[in-house]
């Protein structure tokens, strides 16, 4: 059964830091590009950073570079994110998700994700 599972989510003020983690116990995706989602309230989901399978290939949205790190050890499985000075409008659900298929050298940003986790909380107060 293809299960991503994030943890990591909760409760910070503004400025302060969290690190959510996504496990894909079944080791579905250790050659894929993965990437994090996020979904405000009232808003669309969208793309927050991607990982290629190796780690050598990063994408970040405008409104995170610089403050959020992306990372990938093969041995937990799927891709950290370090999400530093955070922001009240960070706030959103974030979920972890992987491609049906490979992409070859496609950025991540321009993947098809068709797997998702059941999502994190990530809530900042000002």
């Known amino acids: 059964q293809v299960r991503l599972v994030e943890s990591g989510g909760g409760s910070v003020q503004a400025g302060g830091s969290l690190r959510l983690s996504c496990a894909d116990p079944?080791?579905?995706?250790?050659?894929?590009?993965m990437a994090w989602f996020r979904q405000a309230p009232g808003k669309e989901r969208e793309f927050v950073a991607g990982i290629s399978w190796n780690g050598g290939r990063t994408d970040y949205a405008d409104h995170v570079k610089g403050r959020f790190t992306i990372s990938r050890d093969n041995d937990s499985n799927g891709p950290d994110l370090q999400m530093n000075s955070l922001k009240p409008e960070d706030t959103a659900v974030y979920y972890c998700?992987?491609?049906?298929?490979?992409?070859?050298?496609?950025?991540?940003?321009?993947?098809?994700?068709?797997?998702w986790g059941q999502g994190t909380q990530v809530t900042v107060s000002s």
């Open positions: 998700a992987a491609p049906g298929r490979a992409y070859g050298s496609r950025r991540p940003v321009n993947y098809e994700y068709d797997f």
């Open positions: 079944g080791r579905h995706f250790s050659i894929y590009t």
